[in-house]
């Protein structure tokens, strides 16, 4: 049983435009959310966070967005760049402390 | 650099063997966690240890053991080692254990032929 799925394996976007990245999860003691992005030959890195309590997050180019009535979060990306390919982590935690990670989404920026 | 170290970058070793995989966390964090990525797949959750003691387990085989020493680094022991044990072995380091970001190392890759 999956409690957090990335649905989209892969996603290309122009450079200059929107990307969105989604997350589902399906525990609702998941009370803490994170993106982490992950280039190849290297470990994931923390990208963004939201806790329970907002339904919105910014930090330049990104901004996380949370709907906890549909467990749904989503990434945005404005405007994208070529550095942001990388693949994508939805995680989500609760009091237990461990994250539990979404099969990633591979986002290709072309040029 | 994430502060996060693991131990050796690559691991090539044949079915049955036994493997000891090291990591050292960041300076001041507690928890140490382990997660295991098979290919095109996601990062799964193997077990989280806090200040020395185990916090969280997941789908960690009894053939693998973890353990978080004195000095907070900590050990993943991996035993009659089988084909579909190849993957990326990922040590991550949070301050407290919960609802915080983490630090990833860059990974262990293990080969089993």
């Known amino acids: 049983d999956q409690q957090v799925k990335q649905n989209s394996p892969s996603l290309s976007v122009q450079e200059g435009r929107i990307s969105i990245l989604n997350c589902d999860y399906t525990?609702?003691?998941?009370?803490?959310f994170l993106w982490y992005k992950k280039y190849p030959a290297e470990g994931p890195t923390f990208l963004i966070s939201?806790?329970?309590?907002?339904d919105k997050n910014e930090d330049g180019r990104f901004t996380v967005f949370l709907n906890k009535s549909a467990k749904h979060l989503s990434l945005h990306i404005v405007p994208s760049q070529p550095g942001d390919s990388a693949v994508y982590f939805c995680?989500?935690?609760?009091?237990?402390?461990?994250?539990?990670f979404g099969d990633g989404t591979t986002l290709t920026v072309k040029p | 650099d994430s502060g996060v170290t693991q131990t050796p970058k690559h691991l090539i070793t044949a079915t049955g063997q036994r493997v000891t995989l090291r990591c050292s966390p960041r300076?001041?964090?507690?928890?140490v966690y382990w997660y295991q990525q098979s290919l095109d797949q996601g990062l799964q959750f193997l077990i989280q240890?806090?200040?020395?003691?185990?916090?969280a387990k997941g789908n960690i085989l009894e053939r693998f053991s973890a353990q978080q020493f004195p000095d907070l680094h900590s050990e993943l022991n991996l035993s009659s080692l089988e084909l579909g044990d190849s993957a990326l072995y990922f040590c991550?380091?949070?301050?407290?254990?919960?609802?915080?970001?983490?630090?990833f190392g860059s990974g262990t890759q293990l080969s089993v032929l």
């Open positions: 991550a380091s949070s301050a407290l254990g919960s609802n915080e970001k983490l630090f």
């Open positions: 525990n609702s003691m998941f009370d803490y």
């Open positions: 939201i806790s329970s309590i907002k």
């Open positions: 995680a989500a935690s609760g009091n237990a402390g461990k994250s539990t």
């Open positions: 300076s001041g964090d507690l928890s």
């Open positions: 240890y806090y200040n020395g003691e185990e916090r």
